[in-house]
């Protein structure tokens, strides 16, 4: 028998609907090991942005695009920047979940680094979280039973790393159910999300972008 032949149709048909998304050029996607306990089928991508000179003379930046920027001195180099990461699971379950409410469920994470003073703006989380609602409305993805947290991760140096400044992280972890089986929307709405997270534009209609990183 072929292993194919023992993948449920419904999941085989989310998969070709994944291979026909159309994600931003500036998303490196890639599919990576799937965990194993979560779902008796599942899928999974990661995702990085890498900005080499982190962007051109009057792009509105944001966020760690500008940043990178800002560190080029304004101009293109051959460094390449790590700009966001993130990763997008699809997990499968023909009998059907109660706690998914449906058959299928996306989880995703998404990390993007920040300016050390933004760390305490209380209001990163909500956006975070409105980045996601509002990429998944524009690219009109249907789904219900979402739920997700916002979480800031804060790094300090000592020692002999002591000079290394402090940095602060937003991590987003989210998953929903979609709709049905075709996840097309879904992919191409992260894809967004994670360019977002990145700072890179351009930002969809009424999302608002995080602050600014400073510019030295």
Request: glycine residues 8%; charged residues 20%.
């Amino acid at each position: 028998m072929n292993a194919l032949d023992q993948v449920p149709p419904d999941f085989l048909r989310a998969l070709e609907t994944l291979r026909k998304a159309q994600c931003r050029k500036e998303l490196r996607l890639a599919e990576i090991p799937a965990p194993a306990r979560l779902a008796p089928f599942a899928v999974a991508l990661g995702a990085e942005v890498m900005a080499p000179g982190a962007g051109t003379p009057g792009t509105p930046l944001h966020g760690p695009a500008a940043m990178a920027f800002a560190a080029s001195g304004g101009a293109g180099d051959e460094t390449e920047t790590e700009l966001a990461t993130g990763r997008f699971i699809l997990l499968h379950d023909p009998e059907g979940s109660d706690v998914w409410d449906g058959e299928f469920r996306i989880v995703t994470y998404i990390r993007a680094e920040l300016e050390p003073e933004m760390g305490n703006d209380e209001m990163l989380g909500t956006v975070a979280w409105t980045w996601l609602v509002e990429a998944l409305e524009n690219h009109k993805a249907q789904y219900r039973a979402a739920g997700g947290t916002a979480t800031r991760v804060l790094s300090e140096s000592f020692g002999t790393l002591a000079e290394r400044p402090g940095t602060i992280d937003i991590e987003l972890r989210a998953s929903w159910t979609p709709a049905s089986a075709d996840v097309t929307a879904h992919l191409e709405a992260w894809s967004d999300m994670v360019c977002t997270f990145a700072g890179l534009p351009p930002l969809p209609d009424g999302v608002t972008p995080l602050p600014h990183r400073r510019r030295n």
